[in-house]
């Protein structure tokens, strides 16, 4: 388990990408290789400043402690970052040029500060379409009890 | 109130508009540093001057989860008060959103459907741009509870 470390992530996508699966490589059904990160009360509000969510109950504890949630709780689309945060710098989903194409998620138990969350991502599927290469990656989300927290699927065009 | 009372003050056809949003730097830099996506097609104009494939652009383009982010907050800033719960999202991107561009997110109650345990509505997602252009659509589902899932510690 890691507490999310946010300055001191590899910002730069082209390190590695020697090392990351092209579309031919990718394996569907074979586990991507993650690593469970604690989401912290400043990481869940310093998430929702960027993406511009502004309702408190994502960083005010008071206000929060009023609503029928009990307290913080993260955007459901936190996702976004645990799918950087859980992966490595070898991982396919960070090789310049993908281009997202679509994406459908379900959420089942907000996260909290203090969670500790496990990944567990793979290609379902890889096709060509319209002369496009795509992967489909479907992941899910456990908590630190063992209850999923949130799962989803998306379609990335790959680099020819 | 109970989750069956508010969920009887939602009604089919209601649209909810999201803010409008506008692409500049700051915005897609910002979005990057709270996703952690770091990908040069938000960034580098001399890598956007190639093809992909099939697919050109005209420049750095929006990352498509900032939509995706924008939809989810459109969708809870309105369910959360009423005590609907967020339970689906799926969208499909049609159109790159640039620099400059503005996206407005709408979402249309499409449906309403009670089951064994659960009260939901059904969303029908379009995003469109300065220009009207449908840039991304899709569907969502919410559940109105009376008790969030979950231990509340």
Redo the contacts between chains.
């Keep these: 388990m890691t507490t999310l470390d946010l300055d001191n992530f590899e910002t730069d996508f082209w390190k590695d990408v020697d090392k990351r699966k092209t579309w031919d490589e990718i394996i569907p059904g074979e586990l991507r290789d993650t690593t469970p990160v604690t989401l912290t009360k400043e990481v869940i509000a310093r998430y929702a400043r960027g993406v511009g969510e502004d309702n408190p109950i994502y960083f005010d504890e008071g206000y929060a402690k009023t609503t029928p949630y009990g307290g913080i709780i993260a955007p459901p689309s936190i996702h976004i970052l645990l799918m950087f945060a859980c992966t490595t710098t070898e991982d396919w989903m960070r090789t310049p040029g993908t281009i997202n194409a679509g994406q459908n998620w379900s959420y089942h138990i907000p996260i909290r500060p203090g969670d500790t969350i496990t990944m567990r991502g793979t290609a379902l599927d890889r096709f060509i379409k319209k002369d496009r290469l795509f992967a489909v990656h479907e992941n899910t989300f456990t908590n630190q009890h063992g209850q999923v927290v949130c799962t989803g699927r998306g379609q990335t065009i790959r680099p020819a | 109130m109970t989750a069956q009372q508010q969920f009887s003050e939602t009604n089919i056809g209601d649209v909810i508009t999201g803010r409008n949003?506008t692409v500049m730097r700051e915005t897609i830099q910002?979005?990057?540093?709270?996703?952690?996506?770091?990908?040069?097609?938000h960034f580098d104009d001399k890598?956007m001057e190639k093809t992909?494939?099939?697919?050109s652009f005209d420049g750095v383009i929006m990352?498509?989860?900032?939509n995706?982010?924008?939809i989810?907050?459109t969708l809870?800033?309105w369910l959360?008060p009423r005590?609907g719960?967020?339970?689906?999202?799926?969208?499909?991107?049609l159109k790159p959103v640039q620099l400059g561009h503005s996206i407005t997110p709408t979402a249309t109650i499409s449906g309403k459907r009670q089951t064994d345990k659960g009260f939901w509505l059904l969303f029908d997602i379009a995003v469109t741009n300065q220009d009207g252009d449908m840039v991304a659509t899709?569907n969502s589902m919410a559940e109105f509870l009376d008790i969030?899932?979950?231990?509340?510690?």
């Design positions: 949003f910002d979005f990057a540093d709270a996703s952690l996506d770091y990908n040069p097609l890598y992909f494939g099939k697919t990352h498509g989860m900032q995706f982010a924008l989810s907050r809870t800033d959360i005590g719960f967020h339970r689906r999202l799926e969208t499909r991107w899709g969030i899932p979950g231990d509340a510690k």
